[in-house]
């Protein structure tokens, strides 16, 4: 199932994107070329569109205004997945069916691209949308993603993953807290900041966090079974790596039927949890669809 938010955002936040970013022909010229490598590889733009798909759920009707902010968060996560593929990391060679970053530009220039688009995101985030009448929905929004990448959310996930691999038998419990900071957090600030740009009451906002709780975690589970199942042309990246480094994963927990039929069970919380945002919701209740039923 291929939600229709894809065909409205999709085109609008590649353009978007483009724009942006630095020309490749500006100095540092390596720098920026890395920097645009990275980010027009292409990629399901899914945290952009929830942003958006959010933002319209909760009454917001200037999406020109908030498209640039949630293209930020685009940034962001490129930026994330740089690091993730260096050597010290993950040490994958493909991303997106093209090089790593490191593979084309060397490790510290990847490095440098990543930082580069981690504080450019963090500027967007801070000055869009435009206007002081957002100042204050600004602060809220970038203060919630800024949290989600940190110590808390996606850099403290990434952490505790690295300490348990090759570590035996993880709990369930312990892996979940792992994806709910490494991969959750970060999804569920997505779709909060999209509700706080649109001015969005607290019990909409209670909806859309749990919502993103459930639909993070879902997105991390079908990713271990995708891992498990795929071919690195389907996937565009290495599979097969989670059980080669003896990485824990859902599926090394449950199995794939197991893990199969969680991420069902997160889809239905995903899906009760829009209730409050009634008919609006339509975008989100198609995207946590896609999340689930995705092959790559």
Same mark, same amino acid.
């Given at each position: 199932?291929?939600? #229709?938010?894809?065909? @409205?955002?999709?085109?609008?936040?590649?353009?978007?994107?483009?724009?942006?970013?630095?020309?490749?022909?500006?100095?540092?010229?390596?720098?920026?070329?890395?920097?645009?490598?990275?980010?027009?590889?292409?990629?399901?733009?899914?945290?952009? /569109?929830?942003?958006?798909?959010?933002?319209?759920?909760?009454?917001?009707?200037?999406?020109?205004? /908030?498209?640039?902010?949630?293209?930020?968060?685009?940034?962001?996560?490129?930026?994330?997945?740089?690091?993730?593929?260096?050597?010290?990391? &993950?040490?994958?060679?493909?991303?997106?069916?093209?090089?790593?970053?490191?593979? /084309?530009?060397?490790?510290?220039?990847?490095? !440098?691209?990543?930082?580069?688009?981690?504080?450019?995101?963090?500027? !967007?985030?801070?000055?869009?949308?435009?206007?002081?009448?957002?100042?204050?929905?600004?602060?809220?929004?970038? $203060?919630?993603? %800024?949290?989600? !990448?940190? #110590?808390?959310?996606?850099?403290?996930?990434?952490?505790?993953?690295?300490?348990?691999?090759?570590?035996?038998?993880?709990?369930?419990?312990?892996?979940?807290?792992?994806?709910?900071?490494?991969?959750?957090? %970060?999804?569920?600030?997505?779709?909060?900041?999209?509700?706080?740009?649109?001015?969005? $009451?607290?019990?909409?906002?209670?909806?859309?966090? $749990?919502?993103?709780?459930?639909?993070?975690?879902? %997105?991390?589970?079908?990713?271990?079974?995708?891992?498990?199942?795929?071919? @690195?042309?389907?996937?565009?990246? #290495?599979?097969?790596? &989670?059980?080669? #480094?003896?990485?824990?994963?859902?599926?090394?927990?449950?199995?794939?039927?197991?893990? $199969?039929?969680?991420?069902?069970?997160?889809?239905?919380?995903?899906?009760?949890?829009?209730?409050?945002?009634?008919?609006?919701? %339509?975008?989100?209740?198609?995207?946590?669809?896609?999340?689930?039923?995705?092959?790559?």
């Amino acid at each position: 199932m291929t939600a #229709t938010a894809f065909a @409205k955002w999709v085109p609008e936040v590649e353009r978007c994107l483009a724009d942006l970013l630095p020309p490749a022909t500006q100095e540092p010229a390596r720098l920026h070329e890395a920097m645009r490598y990275s980010v027009m590889a292409g990629g399901k733009r899914i945290r952009p /569109v929830m942003a958006m798909a959010a933002y319209e759920a909760c009454g917001g009707n200037k999406p020109a205004e /908030v498209l640039p902010a949630a293209v930020a968060l685009e940034l962001l996560h490129t930026y994330s997945l740089i690091h993730d593929d260096l050597p010290a990391m &993950d040490n994958d060679d493909l991303r997106r069916g093209k090089p790593t970053s490191h593979v /084309v530009f060397g490790e510290a220039l990847a490095i !440098l691209a990543g930082d580069a688009l981690l504080t450019l995101g963090a500027e !967007l985030l801070v000055t869009r949308p435009k206007g002081a009448t957002y100042l204050a929905k600004r602060s809220k929004a970038a $203060r919630m993603i %800024f949290r989600a !990448l940190g #110590t808390q959310g996606m850099a403290g996930g990434q952490a505790l993953d690295l300490a348990a691999e090759g570590a035996g038998d993880v709990k369930i419990e312990e892996l979940a807290k792992i994806h709910r900071m490494k991969t959750g957090a %970060f999804l569920e600030a997505c779709l909060f900041a999209g509700g706080i740009w649109a001015g969005a $009451r607290s019990e909409s906002l209670a909806a859309l966090k $749990r919502y993103g709780a459930a639909v993070g975690m879902a %997105f991390q589970v079908v990713d271990d079974i995708l891992d498990a199942t795929q071919t @690195k042309e389907t996937m565009g990246k #290495t599979p097969g790596k &989670d059980a080669k #480094t003896g990485k824990a994963t859902f599926v090394k927990a449950w199995g794939i039927d197991g893990a $199969r039929r969680h991420a069902d069970r997160l889809l239905s919380e995903a899906l009760r949890a829009l209730s409050p945002l009634g008919d609006s919701s %339509f975008a989100l209740r198609e995207l946590a669809h896609f999340v689930v039923d995705r092959d790559r």
